[in-house]
């Protein structure tokens, strides 16, 4: 393997990494302030693909609008989850709210497909040559792909640290009760928290499907990356749950040649065992926890 190869195996990784950051800095969110892993990301990331593909489908939208669109809805159905479901079961074992979001997850992915059947999307999109620079190849919409998600982050980046709203998620994070005492509406917050999650991976589904097909099982696939990269980088630590996606990712990568594609899924797997043997607090540990 040349280092030409290395370099385009190194590019796709931190791509795909930027993509896998969107639902895993969703779920590292969910579980910090709400601690429970919140299973139903996956299928709020194919419910957001899905509502990319029927707007253009059904309207004729271009894909940014269609995926804003997707955002807006995926928002409101995460939202509504929390208000029906995991509010109900705030206080009770971590396990209940688990089991809950894992039913939610089959709940949407069933009805997905009833609704759109089983047959793979893909979004209308130009075709695209990549660009070749002595072997390295860039597709155009990789790099859309990234600037997207590199804008998603900084936009979450900067609500949570540099605004009330991210102040008071902290607060509710650390302390629940006491944040409740100092005059927190914490309903009203949770409600936000949940719009914007769902949001988030609405757009992680509109680029996964952007760089691969939309199908059912589209976001149950991309659960264990995500769940693997927010474990590696720390749990609750927003900035490990992104970092913990471009290791991962790129290593996924680099491992292709060695044990091809078929096992990246496998290596996800054993990267997150082998974390939760060695060092449980990952990279970031829990001195990051959404502050």
């Given at each position: 393997?040349?280092?030409?190869?290395?370099?385009?195996?190194?590019?796709?990784?931190?791509?795909?990494?930027?993509?896998?950051?969107?639902?895993?800095?969703?779920?590292?969110?969910?579980?910090?302030?709400?601690?429970?892993?919140?299973?139903?990301?996956?299928?709020?990331?194919?419910?957001?693909?899905?509502?990319?593909?029927?707007?253009?489908?059904?309207?004729?939208?271009?894909?940014?609008?269609?995926?804003?669109?997707?955002?807006?809805?995926?928002?409101?159905?995460?939202?509504?989850?929390?208000?029906l479901i995991f509010?109900?079961?705030?206080?009770?074992?971590?396990?209940?709210?688990?089991?809950?979001?894992i039913g939610l997850?089959?709940?949407?992915?069933?009805?997905?497909?009833?609704?759109?059947?089983?047959?793979?999307?893909?979004?209308?999109?130009?075709?695209?040559?990549?660009?070749?620079?002595?072997?390295?190849?860039?597709?155009?919409?990789?790099?859309?792909?990234?600037?997207?998600?590199?804008?998603?982050?900084?936009?979450?980046?900067?609500?949570?640290?540099?605004?009330?709203?991210?102040?008071?998620?902290?607060?509710?994070?650390?302390?629940?009760?006491?944040?409740?005492?100092?005059?927190?509406?914490?309903?009203?917050?949770?409600?936000?928290?949940?719009?914007?999650?769902?949001?988030?991976?609405?757009?992680?589904?509109?680029?996964?499907?952007?760089?691969?097909?939309?199908?059912?099982?589209?976001?149950?696939?991309?659960?264990?990356?995500?769940?693997?990269?927010?474990?590696?980088?720390?749990?609750?630590?927003?900035?490990?749950?992104?970092?913990?996606a471009l290791v991962?990712?790129?290593?996924?990568?680099?491992?292709?040649?060695?044990?091809?594609?078929?096992?990246?899924?496998?290596?996800?797997?054993?990267?997150?065992?082998?974390?939760?043997?060695?060092?449980?607090?990952?990279?970031?540990?829990?001195?990051?926890?959404?502050?």
């Amino acid at each position: 393997m040349t280092w030409i190869d290395i370099a385009n195996l190194l590019i796709n990784g931190l791509i795909e990494g930027l993509v896998v950051a969107l639902p895993a800095l969703s779920m590292t969110l969910v579980m910090g302030v709400n601690r429970f892993p919140n299973a139903a990301t996956g299928d709020f990331l194919t419910l957001g693909a899905y509502a990319a593909v029927a707007a253009q489908l059904l309207a004729g939208w271009p894909l940014w609008a269609a995926a804003l669109v997707s955002a807006v809805l995926t928002a409101v159905v995460s939202a509504g989850s929390y208000q029906l479901i995991f509010r109900k079961l705030a206080g009770r074992p971590m396990v209940a709210s688990m089991l809950a979001a894992i039913g939610l997850g089959f709940l949407l992915r069933s009805l997905i497909s009833f609704f759109a059947g089983h047959d793979q999307r893909t979004f209308d999109m130009p075709l695209v040559r990549a660009w070749n620079f002595g072997g390295i190849r860039v597709l155009p919409t990789d790099l859309a792909i990234a600037g997207v998600a590199l804008a998603c982050l900084a936009l979450v980046f900067v609500l949570i640290y540099r605004t009330s709203f991210g102040r008071q998620l902290r607060a509710v994070a650390d302390s629940a009760d006491l944040a409740r005492a100092s005059g927190i509406r914490a309903k009203g917050l949770m409600i936000s928290l949940w719009m914007l999650v769902g949001a988030l991976s609405a757009v992680g589904g509109v680029l996964l499907g952007m760089k691969a097909i939309v199908m059912p099982e589209m976001g149950w696939e991309s659960l264990i990356p995500a769940f693997a990269a927010m474990v590696l980088g720390g749990i609750g630590s927003p900035v490990g749950a992104v970092l913990g996606a471009l290791v991962l990712c790129v290593a996924q990568e680099l491992a292709v040649p060695l044990l091809g594609p078929s096992y990246k899924l496998v290596l996800s797997f054993a990267v997150l065992a082998l974390v939760l043997l060695l060092r449980p607090a990952g990279m970031m540990g829990r001195v990051q926890l959404v502050r």
